[in-house]
């Protein structure tokens, strides 16, 4: 699995900015956050929206200010702390603040499917990300593989889904392999794809899927 964009950061950070609306879009829908375009684009301009309730306002914006953390930050150490920062924003004045930042202590359950996390680590799972991190592959694959692994361990009781696809954007835009991003039109099989992968641990099918369908960027 090669890299499918070879672009300097500042490149890629260039090509992120410019379609930033649309990935804080689909990956609020990605959560199951219902807003169009038009509002978000709005409310990332600072503008009133009539309809949405005060939390969709809130996670729309930790996104806009999650993404510009991202953006923003040029450390490539990517570890646990890179990650809690990422929590704290993305779910600021969503969760209690006893639980930002902080590894859940309590169960979690998943919708479509019986399967259910173990409870994580901070050892353990700092393991298995310098693992994931230290493997000899595309640094393309590395960031879908450290994507998908912190979506299956659940770190947090909620917003895992949007830290884990920052973080590992994180990773592709420091390394100008452009940007992890699911439309519409594919949420649904990624779903399906997702709860498969959380029930067998075979992560093959999915990460290929989204390696085909769902990384945006630009040969420049």
């Known amino acids: ?22 990935y804080i879009w689909k990956s609020a829908n990605l959560e199951g956050i219902t807003v169009t375009y038009p509002d978000t684009q709005t409310i990332f301009d600072g503008g009133i929206v009539n309809g949405l309730t005060v939390d969709n306002i809130i996670a729309i914006n930790n996104l806009k200010y999650a993404w510009e953390y ?21 779910l600021d004045k969503l969760v209690i603040n006893e639980c930002l930042g902080k590894l859940r202590i309590t169960p979690v359950k998943i919708g479509g499917t019986k399967w259910t996390p173990s409870f994580p680590f901070h050892t353990k799972v700092e393991e298995e990300l310098n693992l994931l991190l230290s493997q000899n592959k595309s640094m393309t694959e ?17 917003g895992n889904k949007r830290v884990a696809m920052l973080f590992a954007n994180k990773i592709m835009i420091d390394n100008g392999c452009g940007i992890i991003s699911i439309s519409q039109e594919y949420q649904s099989t990624f779903y399906e794809k997702l709860i498969r992968y959380y029930e067998t641990d075979n992560m093959d099918d999915l990460k290929q899927w989204i390696y085909n369908k769902c990384i945006d960027g630009m040969n420049i």
């Open 1 to 22: 699995m090669v890299d499918k964009y070879k672009l300097t950061r500042e490149k890629n950070v260039f090509i992120a900015k410019r379609n930033i609306v649309d």
């Open 70 to 90: 991202v953006l923003n930050n040029t450390c490539k150490k990517y570890d646990l702390n890179l990650i809690f920062d990422i929590h704290k924003i993305a």
């Open 142 to 158: 590395i960031a879908i593989e450290v994507m998908l692994k912190l979506m299956r361990m659940q770190l947090f009781v909620d």
